[in-house]
């Protein structure tokens, strides 16, 4: 990474969740999920790393482990509202580059943190940068749990969605076809925000196309904000969301 373009890691963990109860604990690899997350962020370039939760359990394991912490307002919605807090508190500037690092990523590749900020560096004119990669199985191309990005030819994100998208005209006409041409992408939840935008971003009300996909970057393409896309420098396995998505990455790490 260029030494001039600097950044912080917000890395959102709360400790609610209907399908995993009490997750950035989970176990993996000997460890709580959150404290992985952590690891993997302190080794990109980021000039910082902070851990942002509502739940005092969550603060010990990250002293524990001797990680930056801040307890945050259990009401938020969303990450990127718990990110938000944290920028305010911490007095970082509008200009400034904050990456919004999920939770449950424990095996996420540094690479792709620093790349997702250095996109954003490059795009003076974007609000936001995120990351892709390919999709590989038809199965899911029609997984509505794995959201789909088209982009532009300039690398602008044209729309998010849990449908197939794009939609094939002619290979889907009779339903799921038996191979994919190459032409779908996977988006990666991964966020870098100049701390201007993102707080124009929370302050938002939710989008009508946000409510109805139920993804939230929907809303600032809602309201022009440009995001920008690259395909990740490096795989990024699927996150933490159930006990066997946990015993999947505890099987990867082992």
Known sequence: MQNSMSYRVVIPAR???????????????????????????????????????????????????????????????????????????????????VVNVQGDEPLIPPAVIDQVARLLASAPDAGAATLSEPIETVADVFDPNIVKVVASQSGRAIYFSRAPMPWHRDAFVDGPPTALAGDWKRHIGIYAYRVGTLRRFVSLPQSRIEQIEALEQLRLLDNDIGIVVANAVAPVPGGVDTEADAARVRAMLA
């Open 15 to 97: 400790y609610a969740s209907t399908r995993l109860p009490g997750k950035p604990l989970v176990e993996i690899g000997g460890l709580p999920m959150v404290v992985r997350v952590m690891q993997r962020a302190l080794e990109s370039g980021a000039a910082a790393v902070v851990v942002a939760t509502d739940d005092k359990r969550v603060v010990d394991a990250v002293v524990a482990a001797r990680g930056d912490v801040e307890m945050t307002r259990p009401e938020h919605p969303s990450g990127s509202d718990r990110v938000m807090e944290v920028a305010e508190r911490r007095g970082w500037r509008d200009e400034d580059i």
